[in-house]
């Protein structure tokens, strides 16, 4: 089993930024091996992967966010980070964070971009 606590979401205005942190934990879960990603999922819309990092640090990043966002991680700590920058009001969503080899999900964090 593996555990996932989003945090770091808000009201933001466009442009702005925030930082999303995600704590990984689990009985049997070794963090620094996994890859993890980054999702997020709008109201009427499918959940889709924004960005993902491997065990080794390399990163993709959705269309949508590139030159944006920005993954990363801190195997010491356990945790993923998302770096969100110049922010649009069609990023306002539910972001996740998930081991990708694994099923589980966290609750989330609302991230709405609104003037």
């Known amino acids: 089993q593996v555990q996932l606590v989003e945090s770091g979401g808000g009201l933001v205005q466009p442009g702005d930024s925030l930082r999303l942190s995600c704590a990984a934990s689990g009985s049997i879960f070794i963090f620094s091996v996994n890859a993890m990603g980054w999702y997020r999922q709008a109201p009427g819309k499918q959940r889709e992967l924004v960005a993902q990092?491997?065990?080794?640090?390399?990163?993709i990043n959705a269309d949508s966010v590139k030159g944006r966002f920005t993954i990363s991680r801190d195997n010491a700590k356990n945790t993923v980070y998302l770096q969100m920058n110049s922010l649009k009001p069609e990023d306002t969503a539910v972001y996740y964070c998930k081991a990708l080899r694994y099923l589980y999900w966290g609750q989330g964090t609302q991230v709405t971009v609104s003037s």
């Open positions: 990092i491997t065990s080794g640090g390399s990163t």
